[in-house]
């Protein structure tokens, strides 16, 4: 069940920040061909600052890319009709429950800080060698094929 759970919330996470990055990824390790948007080029590509090829907890937290484009009002918190109005929530019905997943004092709307908290767990999990970095060795399996809708 908590794999699950980890698996739901790093799809979630992954989803919404890879999907919105700009840049396109060429093939992946395993000949994988990820999508525009998708892979660890265009993880790296949103959240490396410093260009070091691997991803800080800091760097992850400066950027909300996901938050910031579901909260279309800019109040700080994601409420169902911002989620519902999002021409991706026609399309995909499974981000509708976005909120339901994020929302952990269960008062239909995500904020800011539950956001980053969920983020931070994502970040700890995703860093097996417990470095304080996410790099392209740690980013694959689960983080990106979650991102890529596998």
């Not at 490396?48 to 992850?60: C, I, L, N, P, T």
Request: no cysteine.
């Amino acid at each position: 069940m908590n794999t699950i759970r980890t698996l739901a919330t790093v799809a979630a996470v992954a989803l919404v920040s890879i999907s919105i990055a700009a840049a396109a990824a060429p093939e992946s390790k395993g000949g994988k061909k990820w999508k525009k948007g998708q892979g660890w080029d265009a993880f790296a590509a949103t959240f490396d600052a410093d260009k070091d090829g691997k991803v800080s907890k800091a760097e992850m937290a400066a950027k909300r890319p996901g938050f910031d484009h579901f909260d279309t009002n800019h109040d700080g918190a994601v409420d169902e009709a911002e989620v519902d109005a999002l021409p991706a929530a026609q399309k995909n019905p499974k981000i509708k429950s976005w909120i339901a997943r994020f929302d952990t004092n269960k008062d239909r709307k995500v904020t800011t800080a539950e956001w980053d908290a969920q983020r931070e767990t994502v970040f700890d999990r995703a860093d097996k060698n417990h470095d304080g970095f996410i790099d392209s060795t740690e980013a694959t399996g689960d983080l990106l094929n979650a991102g890529s809708g596998a």
